[in-house]
């Protein structure tokens, strides 16, 4: 049984739990919260034979756990991960995976020189029809990529870590760094921020954000809208020189369509099979099972290119 511990207990740890519950290889044997008194009441309501934990570094503490899963607010991530990495512990750190590159970097430093696994959440990475489409696109049956255009809404601003910025709210950190990934996947890592606007909250974080990607040299443009204060139909397509690709939700896959240049349906496909949190999970049990210390869907390099433009695109808002 691959056993699996959780730091956290907002709405994401009990998403994943009810997502992989019923993986007949994986457990979740221990929960983590800052206070004892909610670990219970977590662990009651959503995983009743885990053992709750009332601090995070009692979970370093804790035998034979196979994978952390660390779903704290944004700022937490870091001193989270690295907490567990120092403790020869493997994670599964939620998206945004740090609020900066330099403690991107720190993560991968101290994993490499322990030989442990450390993977970003970036759970789109994982999806199966993701991975359909980038065969597509491998397979030159749109030919050569010039743009990637792509939204994402959702009405989400009366959450409160999202307009504060002390937990790493706004619209980019929590849900722009999806159309970033679709760009990297696509364009590859020498993506450059050359526009980018945004509407302000009056804590200084932002409503929403529109932004402009380009590849140096090429001309080859990411073009991305997001937002926390209005549901979008959330689509993106994929335009090439000899067609294009439809995307219906780039944040959970429903269906990707396939047209030629005469505007004619290819090729379709729909979503099926298990959760994609169940699907990120396995993909990580089978990466550490191999004894990798990466996720081939979602490697730390593909990890440190968005975190650096995070980087640039948080300067520019």
Not at 227 to 245: C, F, K, Q, W
């Amino acid at each position: 049984m691959f056993k699996i511990g959780i730091i956290g207990c907002g709405r994401m740890a009990a998403k994943m739990i009810e997502s992989i519950k019923d993986l007949k290889e994986v457990e979740v044997v221990a929960v983590a919260s800052r206070e004892k008194a909610r670990a219970n009441k977590f662990v009651k309501q959503n995983c009743p034979d885990a053992k709750p934990l009332g601090s995070y570094e009692q979970m370093t503490r804790q035998k034979d756990i196979d994978l952390v899963y660390i779903a704290t607010p944004n700022t937490f991530h870091y001193e989270n991960a690295v907490m567990c990495v120092k403790n020869h512990m493997n994670v599964l750190v939620e998206k945004p995976f740090v609020m900066s590159r330099e403690e991107a970097d720190s993560i991968f430093t101290e994993a490499k020189n322990r030989g442990v696994f450390v993977c970003e959440a970036m759970w789109t990475s994982f999806m199966p029809l993701h991975k359909k489409m980038m065969s597509w696109i491998k397979d030159g049956k749109i030919g050569a990529v010039r743009y990637v255009q792509s939204n994402l809404g959702y009405n989400i601003e009366n959450v409160q870590r999202i307009t504060d910025p002390t937990l790493g709210g706004g619209a980019h950190l929590d849900i722009g760094v999806y159309p970033t990934n679709l760009a990297v996947s696509i364009l590859g890592e020498n993506l450059e921020p050359v526009s980018v606007f945004a509407h302000k909250y009056s804590t200084g974080v932002e409503k929403d954000v529109s932004c402009v990607l380009e590849v140096p040299h090429d001309g080859a443009l990411a073009v991305s809208f997001v937002t926390v204060a209005s549901l979008t139909d959330r689509d993106g397509s994929v335009i090439g020189e000899n067609g294009y690709i439809k995307i219906f939700n780039i944040n959970d896959y429903e269906k990707i369509e396939l047209y030629n240049t005469k505007g004619e349906l290819i090729e379709s496909a729909e979503r099926s099979g298990i959760n994609s949190y169940a699907v990120e999970i396995l993909a990580c049990v089978d990466a550490i099972n191999k004894g990798l210390i990466q996720c081939p869907e979602m490697p730390w390099h593909k990890t440190a290119c968005i975190a650096s433009l995070n980087d640039k695109i948080r300067k520019m808002i």
